[in-house]
Structure formats: structure tokens, C-alpha cells
């Protein structure tokens, strides 16, 4: 499958590395798509990578992963919005703010959150929230020294969620939940900030959340 990864910072060229790898064909959208470093991520990543503009990336991909910081969703979903009907839009982003002096926090939350606002900015596609809660390293083919990791994953289209799903084992998660519609994301969102604090508390990322069962 063609996939096209809208963001082109660690997060975007992590997850099509592994993307790739797993035998799909990937384009990352950039304002810079010629740029040094993405062409060192094409060498990298062999014959199945590609770099391109936002809405030509939009346009390529049959499934689209919207990987870009906060503050650009909005400028960059305009671009997306024209070749995104009818797509699933993974939505890997959190909606964070960022400072030099204070540890990060959430723009929004209790009565919407981010993945609900990229539902409402492309209304004719079907966005899953998922991925938010780990670092990017560990995006694809997920290794942890003790027990087993689990990824969430929330949206409105059962479809659309089903093939996430399917591309979430493909990439290692062998055990995922589905939480609900789109307005769970107000839970997965605000589980960042708690991974963000594990993280600083133990100065380690590489940890993920796990669900014991009886």
C-alpha cells in the first residue's frame, strides 16, 4: 500500500522506516522534501521511500499519517484536505505546548481534544488516534525488556480502525484495544504527558504502558 506521512521530523521518519520495511510504499510530505536530511532518509531507507511536498504526499498515499507538531496542524490540514477523502488519517500528533522553562502540557483537553480536531478539520476522512504514547524509536517493531507492550487506538470508522489495527501487528504491536470513537482520544492524549513525566521522573524512553489481565 502507498502511504503518505505528513510531518518529516523524527516521528514521521521513524514511522516510515518502518513503514517500508514492512513492504508498503511511503512518500513523507515537507516544506523541504530535497532537503539533506530527507535524502539521507531515502538512501537509508532504500527503493519504497519517497519525499514530496504536503499535498502531493496527500494525494500519494491510500492511507495518510499525520505526524507533525501542534501548532501546524491547522496550516498544514489545509493543504492535506483536497486529496484526503474518503482516507484514514492515522493521528499520531498530541496537542502539546512546548517551552524552554516548563515541562510540556496540553492546549486542550477536557472537552475536546486533538484527535477530535482533526476529525472536525477533515471531515470526509476517518482519523484514528494511535501511536501518541510511545517514543518513535519504538514505533515499529516494539522491543521491551519486561512484559508485554500495548497499543490504543480510538476513531469513528470501524473499517478504518480495523486496517490500523492490522497495520499496528504489521509493525509489531500484537496487543492493541480499541477504546471507542474519536472522543476517547481525551484519554490517549493526556497518557503522553504521563509518559513524558515517567520519562524525566526516571530519565529513561524507553518504556511503554502494558495491561495485566486476569
Known amino acids: ?30 516544506r523541504a522534501p530535497d532537503s539533506e536530511d530527507l535524502n539521507s532518509w531515502k538512501e537509508s531507507v532504500g527503493r519504497r521511500a519517497a519525499t514530496g511536498s504536503v499535498s502531493d504526499t496527500a494525494a500519494y498515499g491510500a492511507m495518510l499519517v499525520l505526524a507533525v507538531q501542534w501548532a501546524a496542524v ?12 474518503g482516507k484514514i488519517v492515522i493521528d499520531v500528533t ?19 481534544s486533538g484527535g477530535e480536531v482533526v476529525q472536525q478539520l477533515l471531515p470526509d476522512s476517518h482519523i484514528v488516534k494511535t501511536l501518541n504514547i510511545v517514543n518513535h524509536a519504538h514505533m515499529a517493531q516494539p522491543k521491551y525488556f519486561e512484559g508485554t507492550p500495548v497499543m490504543l487506538y480510538c476513531g469513528n470508522n470501524p473499517s478504518a480502525k480495523k486496517s490500523v489495527a492490522g497495520v499496528l501487528k ?21 497518557l503522553c504527558l504521563l509518559w513524558v513525566n515517567y520519562g524525566m521522573i526516571n530519565d529513561t524512553w524507553d518504556h511503554a504502558f502494558g495491561i495485566l489481565k486476569r
Open 1 to 30: 500500500m502507498k502511504i503518505g506521512i505528513i510531518g518529516s521530523g523524527d516521528v514521521g521518519k521513524s514511522l516510515g522506516k518502518g513503514l517500508a520495511a514492512i513492504g508498503h510504499d511511503v512518500m513523507i510530505g515537507s
Open 74 to 85: 491547522e496550516e498544514v490540514l489545509q493543504q492535506v484536505r483536497p486529496a484526503s477523502g
Open 94 to 112: 498530541n496537542p502539546l505546548e512546548l517551552s524552554e522553562t516548563s515541562p510540556p502540557r496540553l492546549a486542550i483537553g477536557h472537552t475536546i
Open 170 to 190: 504489521a509493525l509489531g504491536w500484537h496487543d492493541t484495544t480499541d477504546l471507542g470513537d474519536i472522543t476517547k482520544s481525551r484519554l490517549l492524549e493526556p
